[in-house]
């Protein structure tokens, strides 16, 4: 029985790049379900890939196949690999740093290395800038469709030698909390930070009270205000920033119904560093 795909890309949909694959992966099994996770990553933006990823991936059935093309270095020689992730489902995606999240926080249970000799669409083997399509989907389908096991995607790799970004992890330092701005949501601008709800519950802040927030990217100070922790938009003003916990279970800035990152222009990476800390009770009550 044929499993779900599920695609992610840089490529937008004003063309027909996306059509192609979806009729790549059809030529490979009209019984296929084809879903979209987003083809709206900034261009080139391999940190965001890897994240909208975790930020997805374990709400989908075991067995689903998810194909990622963010690849700056198409053509190049990046490695072309599946994974097969610890919580049963597979990711097929150049090997530039795209797994990163789901490497750390999931887990990879086996990684192969696709061989373009069988797992490549007929008639593409002189096409070097389409691998999306001419590659990734292609084997993607394949393994959905059940055309090829996992072991039929290529030969093995290590699955610890997969590339992996820059991180910074969260830590506490008995006052406060640190992390990273890792991504924004992206229509409503509020800041998704790196930091677990459970790190946060050590500041021993409640609900409604004041927290301190202190962003900073690279030495310069960007923010720093006192604000509200709450459990949702509705708790505080139209227009009043806040600090909620967001649907990964980390610590997230807002403005209700407004743009956090628009307003005092903040952005996201691991040189964009948040800290918060309880209030003092003088500023607070």
Not at 6 to 19: I, M
Not at 140 to 161: K, M, N, S, Y
Request: hydrophobic share 40%; proline share 4%.
């Amino acid at each position: 029985m044929a499993q779900t795909l599920v695609l992610q890309s840089d490529f937008g949909t004003a063309d027909g790049a996306v059509s192609a694959m979806y009729g790549v992966a059809l030529g490979v099994s009209p019984s296929l379900r084809i879903c979209d996770l987003t083809h709206e990553i900034p261009q080139y933006d391999i940190w965001e890939a890897s994240y909208r990823l975790i930020q997805t991936l374990s709400y989908w059935p075991q067995g689903t196949v998810f194909v990622s093309v963010v690849d700056p270095g198409v053509g190049t020689k990046r490695r072309s690999i599946a994974a097969q992730t610890s919580n049963g489902r597979y990711i097929v995606t150049p090997d530039n740093g795209t797994l990163t999240h789901i490497k750390r926080m999931v887990g990879l249970d086996a990684v192969r290395i696709i061989d373009e000799s069988v797992n490549r669409l007929a008639g593409s083997s002189e096409s070097y800038t389409f691998y999306g399509r001419d590659v990734y989907v292609y084997t993607g389908a394949r393994l959905a469709a059940g055309v090829i096991d996992f072991e039929g995607v290529g030969p093995e790799a290590d699955a610890e030698h997969v590339v992996e970004l820059p991180v910074i992890e969260a830590s506490f330092d008995g006052e406060s909390v640190h992390g990273t701005i890792d991504v924004l949501d992206v229509r409503f601008g509020s800041l998704w930070t790196n930091i677990p709800r459970k790190e946060f519950e050590r500041l021993g802040v409640g609900y409604g009270q004041r927290v301190e927030v202190t962003i900073e990217n690279g030495t310069r100070m960007l923010y720093k205000n006192f604000l509200a922790f709450a459990r949702s938009f509705a708790d505080v003003y139209v227009g009043e920033p806040l600090v909620y916990a967001n649907s990964l279970d980390c610590m997230a800035v807002a403005i209700n119904q407004g743009s956090f990152a628009a307003a005092y222009g903040i952005g996201t990476g691991v040189n964009w560093k948040i800290s918060l800390r309880k209030a003092p009770r003088l500023v607070y009550e």
